[in-house]
């Protein structure tokens, strides 16, 4: 399948998603969609988790360490985070050479790393790709997935996203979902 393919694909399914709900309520909460590959059928790849250490901790550090590792490719995610180093890294690479390369070259740009230690991932046996919106927002869900539609409320005009979620979800699972309001 082409990769043409793949977001024609991807942009039919938004649209199924999206359905009645429209756009224009969703401005500013969708930055995006994409297709999810299965890196493992093109080839094999090392993932490894790096805690990093500054050697000092002024903004103009972090901006400098920032600058540097954001150009690289192979860091998936970079995370700032508190406790007993500065930054968690996720790196996708060919091998562990790869690696060792990429961080013996960040240690030479003398960026501001005082150490770092390597977590290889020998197996990743639960990765989710979505949130758990209807959990993290428990409160207003219920109310909005009981409303009729055109119901305004300072509840459920907040957040219009986790309803459109909702209702896919539930679309999903039942055919036969009209939205009608109990109240």
């Known amino acids: 399948m082409a990769v043409s393919d793949v977001e024609t694909a991807a942009d039919e399914a938004h649209q199924h998603v999206l359905g009645d709900v429209g756009l224009s309520i969703l401005e500013g909460f969708i930055e995006g969609h994409s297709a999810q590959i299965n890196v493992a059928k093109l080839g094999q790849t090392l993932t490894v988790f790096t805690e990093i250490t500054l ?37 996708v690479t060919s091998d562990i050479g790869e690696y060792q390369t990429i961080m013996e070259r960040l240690s030479d740009l003398e960026i501001g790393i005082d150490k770092y230690f390597s977590f ?26 009981s409303t009729p539609r055109g119901h305004s409320c300072c509840v459920c005009q907040p957040r219009p996203l986790q309803l459109l979620i909702r209702r896919a979800e539930i679309r999903a699972s039942s055919p036969s979902f009209d939205n009608r309001c109990p109240q």
């Not at 002024?58 to 360490?65: G, H, I, L, S, Y």
């Not at 150009?71 to 930054?87: A, T």
Request: contains cysteine; glycine residues 4%; hydrophobic residues 50%.
């Open 120 to 145: 290889v991932v020998l197996k990743s046996p639960i990765v989710k790709a979505h949130m758990p919106l209807t959990r993290l927002f428990p409160l207003w869900v219920g109310h909005a997935l």
């Open 55 to 91: 050697k000092n901790h002024r903004q103009v550090d972090f901006a400098r360490f920032l600058a540097t590792v954001e150009k690289v490719d192979q860091v998936i995610e970079c995370h700032l985070v508190s406790g007993g180093y500065d930054y968690l890294l996720k790196f």
